[in-house]
């Protein structure tokens, strides 16, 4: 048996993605280090339409992506809901959206990874890197779950610290909240 790697830094995240039972595609990752290193990315490449539309994500999600306003006259899918703005600095073709990822991790590695309700968002993680067997050594195999720490020590999801003023689902305040609960846990752990 191997032995683990040391953990260099904690690293709290989220997606917010859209999934269809078969596939899950990158919308926003956001990401913290117990370092405060942060990073914020939207996926260029995303299919505009489906998630300005879709039932969820077009309320929750769309409003916190960098949107231009649509055009006067303009009779296009996302029925006035703007366009993302590819060009924003925080948007970045699906390649390099992966590749910026992977630098944050790699610097931050081999990091210990926390999310809540993480089972997609490691999925989603992983599949930047295709099969399971091309994750790199720094890149652990599982995220940790607020919501199963939180279950294992007795505490409701009403008694963790709440999403802030800025509102949830955009996928930075989420990490940021992600290390707030990970914060009040661990102090209720002790």
């Known amino acids: 048996m191997t032995e683990p790697l040391p953990v260099w830094e904690t690293v709290f995240y989220d997606f ?39 039932e969820f994500l077009g309320e ?6 960098p949107v231009r306003p ?7 899918a996302q029925r006035g809901r703007g366009h993302l703005d590819r060009n924003h600095p925080d948007a970045r073709p699906l390649a390099q959206f992966r590749r910026t990822i992977d630098a944050f991790m790699q610097a931050a590695g081999p990091a210990e990874l ?3 309700h993480a089972a997609y968002d490691h999925v989603c993680l992983a599949q930047g890197y295709g099969p399971m067997a091309n994750l790199p050594a720094y890149m652990p195999r599982f995220t940790h779950d607020i919501q199963q720490e939180a ?40």
């Open 16 to 54: 917010e993605f859209l999934e269809d039972g078969h596939t899950i595609e990158p919308v926003s990752f956001g990401a913290i280090t117990s370092g405060g290193s942060r990073l914020y990315l939207v996926n260029a490449d995303l299919d505009e339409r489906a998630v300005a539309n879709h």
């Open 60 to 65: 929750h999600v769309w409003p916190f992506l």
């Open 70 to 76: 649509c055009q006067p006259g303009c009779r296009c």
């Open 114 to 116: 926390w999310a809540d």
């Open 151 to 190: 279950a294992r020590l007795g505490i409701r999801d009403d008694e963790l610290p709440q999403p802030g003023p800025e509102g949830e689902h955009h996928a930075l305040h989420d990490a940021v909240l992600v290390y707030r609960r990970h914060q009040f846990l661990k102090g209720t752990a002790s």
